[in-house]
C-alpha cells in the first residue's frame, strides 16, 4: 500500500508520484496531514460560499484558508506539528461557519460535504487516515489532472495573496474566487469542459493577485531601480534572508541597523536590493549564494544565521554544522528549526533572538566577489520602451526569449545554462524567479545598453513580464500579444510557477515551451487540450528548441 501520493513539483519521483517520501524529504504523514487540510479547507469553503452570498466575509477564514494553501507548497513547511495543530483550528473554524450561516438565516441544505472525517482521532490516526484524502480518491484521471491543476494554482495564487495581506493589500474578490474554486473541485457533477474553464478562470485572478502584489510591494518600497549588486562579504557577522516575503525583510533591517551585523539576501529574496526603500541601510550588504537547491554548501560557507520566510527548504544533511542557527517564520517551517512567531496586534515581528544568535557567529566566508546587476521590472523597463521599440525597428534586437520560473536540482536543467549560451547576440533574456540562476553570471554582454538579461526580480515578480509584453504590444499597435517578438521558454517546480503558467494562458499567450519536464498531474487529454488549444510543449534540444522559437 501506498504510504502517501503527491505528484505536485517537478521533481516528483519518477515523474509520476511520491509514494514513500517526498524527494523534497516530505514525510509521508507530513503529506497526508497537507492533503487532510486541504481536505478541510475545501469544506470550511462550502460555508463560507454561502455565507458571502449574504454578504457576509469572514477575515479569520480568508486568511486561513489561504495561509494553509501556502503552507501546503513544495518545500515550505515540512514540521508534522505546526500541521496537526493548524488541522485542529479547521475543524473550529469549519463549526464556527456553519454556526454563523444558520444564525444569518442561510441554510446547509445541498451541503453534503466539509470535511469531517476523523475529528477526534489521535495525531497517528489522523495521519494514517489522511491518506484518504489524496488526489487519488478521484478516479477519472482527467477530472483528477483539472482538480489538481485547479488546486495547485490556489496555492500559488495563496502566496501571492499572502505577501500583499502582510503589506496591508487585500482583496475580498481574490478570497472569494479562492474559496468557489475550492467547492468546484469538490462537485462531482462539473465537466471536464467545465473544469478547463474553471483552469482558466484560475490564471485570470492570478493575474489579478499578482497585479495586487505588485501594487503592494511598490507602493511599500518603491519600484525597483536597476542595480548592481554585491556579491562579496564584510567582516562582520551576518544574518542570511531567504524567501519571498518584503515585510520581512523591512523589519530585519530595521532591527538590526545598529547592531554590528550585517544583512545578505540568498535566492528568491536577491531583488530586495532593486527596491529604493532598502538602500538606505548600510548594513544590507548584497547577495550571497545561488539559488535555493545550493543552499546545503551556501549555509555552510556563510557562518552566521539564517531565515526563511517562505518556501525553498531544504532539509539539512545528518551531519550538517548550520542546522542550529536556521529560524523559519511565516508559512515555512521544519522540526528543529527555530520558528518565529507571527506579528500581533499590529506590531513587528520579534527578530531579537536571532539578532542575539548572530552577533556571536563568525562572519560569512566569501564565495565569490563582483557584481550582479538586476532590478528591471516594469515601471524601469517600460521607461526604456523608445529605446528598446528602437533596437527592435532597427534590427538591434531580434528576439525577447521569456525565461523566467524556478530552478531545481535535476541535471537537465542545464539546459537552460546551455540555451542562454547558445542564443544569438542579437536576442535579449526576460525573466524573473529563480531560473535565472542558471544564466545570471553568464558575460551575455548588452545590446546599445541594454543588458541582455533583464532580471524582473522574483517569481512574485512575473507580472512584471505580463506588463511589459502588454506595453510592447501597444508601443507596436499590435492585437495580439503572440504577434509580439517574444518567445518562452519557462522552467518550473512549484505550484507558483504553475500560477504564472495559468495566468499567461488566461492571456492567451500561445506556444509556451515548459521544462524541464511536463508536470506529472496532466493527464494525456488534458494535456492535449493544452498542446491544441494553445500549442504548449515540453522541451527537447536546445537547438531543435531554439530554432522553434527562433522561427515562430
Request: some cysteine.
Amino acid at each position: 500500500m501506498e504510504r502517501m501520493f503527491c505528484f505536485q513539483c517537478q521533481e516528483t519521483s519518477k515523474n509520476v508520484g511520491c509514494t514513500v517520501q517526498g524527494v523534497c524529504g516530505k514525510t509521508a504523514d507530513v503529506a497526508n496531514l497537507q492533503d487532510l487540510l486541504i481536505f478541510l479547507c475545501k469544506g470550511i469553503s462550502h460555508y463560507t460560499v454561502r455565507l458571502r452570498e449574504l454578504n457576509i466575509e469572514i477575515p479569520q477564514i480568508n486568511k486561513f484558508i489561504t495561509d494553509s494553501l501556502f503552507m501546503t507548497i513544495t518545500n515550505a513547511n515540512f514540521d508534522k506539528s505546526r500541521f496537526i495543530t493548524r488541522i485542529l483550528m479547521a475543524y473550529e473554524l469549519r463549526d464556527s461557519a456553519k454556526e454563523r450561516l444558520l444564525s444569518a438565516g442561510g441554510t446547509i441544505e445541498g451541503i453534503t460535504f466539509d470535511g469531517a472525517h476523523w475529528q477526534g482521532e489521535s495525531e497517528e490516526e489522523m495521519a494514517d487516515k489522511a491518506l484518504g484524502t489524496t488526489i487519488l480518491s478521484t478516479e477519472n484521471e482527467d477530472i483528477r489532472s483539472l482538480r489538481e491543476l485547479t488546486i495547485y494554482g490556489l496555492k500559488g495564487m495563496a502566496a501571492y495573496a499572502e505577501h500583499a495581506f502582510n503589506l496591508g493589500y487585500e482583496e475580498d474578490g481574490i478570497y472569494g474566487f479562492m474559496q468557489r474554486a475550492l467547492v468546484a473541485v469538490t462537485d462531482d457533477s462539473l465537466s471536464v469542459e467545465e473544469l478547463t474553464a474553471l483552469v482558466l478562470e484560475t490564471g485570470k485572478y492570478g493575474v489579478e493577485v499578482m497585479s495586487l502584489l505588485d501594487k503592494a510591494n511598490t507602493s511599500s518600497y518603491g519600484h525597483p531601480e536597476i542595480t548592481k549588486v554585491n556579491l562579496g562579504v564584510r567582516n562582520n557577522p551576518g544574518i542570511l534572508i531567504s524567501g519571498h516575503d518584503m515585510k520581512d525583510m523591512e523589519e530585519l533591517l530595521k532591527q538590526t541597523e545598529g547592531t554590528g551585523v550585517d544583512v545578505y539576501t540568498h535566492s528568491e529574496m536577491l531583488p530586495a536590493n532593486y527596491y529604493p526603500a532598502f538602500k538606505k541601510y548600510d548594513h544590507f550588504v548584497g547577495n550571497y549564494g545561488s539559488s535555493w537547491w545550493h543552499q546545503i554548501e551556501d549555509f555552510e560557507n556563510f557562518n552566521g544565521v539564517v531565515l526563511f520566510t517562505t518556501n525553498c527548504i531544504v532539509p539539512p544533511r545528518r551531519n550538517s554544522t548550520y542546522g542550529d542557527r536556521v529560524y523559519t517564520t511565516g508559512a515555512s517551517g521544519f522540526e528543529g528549526f527555530k520558528h518565529i512567531e507571527d506579528r500581533k496586534d499590529g506590531q513587528p515581528k520579534d527578530f531579537s533572538s536571532l539578532i542575539e544568535h548572530a552577533k556571536k557567529c563568525a562572519p560569512p566566508k566569501e564565495m565569490e566577489s563582483g557584481e550582479l546587476i538586476g532590478g528591471f521590472a516594469h515601471n524601469q523597463v517600460i521607461s526604456l520602451a523608445d529605446k528598446v521599440v528602437d533596437a527592435v525597428k532597427t534590427g538591434a534586437i531580434r528576439k525577447f526569449f521569456v525565461m523566467g520560473g524556478c530552478d531545481g536540482r535535476l541535471k537537465g536543467r542545464n539546459y537552460y545554462t546551455e540555451f542562454a549560451e547558445k542564443l544569438p547576440k542579437d536576442t535579449v533574456i526576460l525573466t524573473a524567479g529563480c531560473a535565472k540562476y542558471r544564466y545570471n553570471k553568464l558575460p551575455l554582454g548588452d545590446i546599445n545598453g541594454i543588458p541582455r538579461v533583464l532580471d524582473a526580480g522574483q517569481c512574485n515578480d512575473s507580472y512584471s513580464l505580463i506588463k511589459i509584453a502588454l506595453a510592447l504590444k501597444e508601443a507596436f499597435g499590435l492585437d495580439d500579444l503572440n504577434d509580439l517578438p517574444i518567445a518562452y521558454n519557462i522552467a518550473w517546480y512549484e505550484q507558483k510557477a504553475v500560477i504564472v503558467l495559468l495566468a499567461l494562458l488566461s492571456l492567451g499567450v500561445k506556444n509556451i515551451h515548459l521544462g524541464p519536464t511536463l508536470p506529472a498531474f496532466l493527464s494525456p487529454n488534458v494535456l492535449n487540450v493544452l498542446v491544441n488549444n494553445f500549442g504548449l510543449t515540453g522541451i527537447t534540444t536546445v537547438d531543435e528548441d531554439m530554432k522553434a522559437l527562433l522561427n515562430a
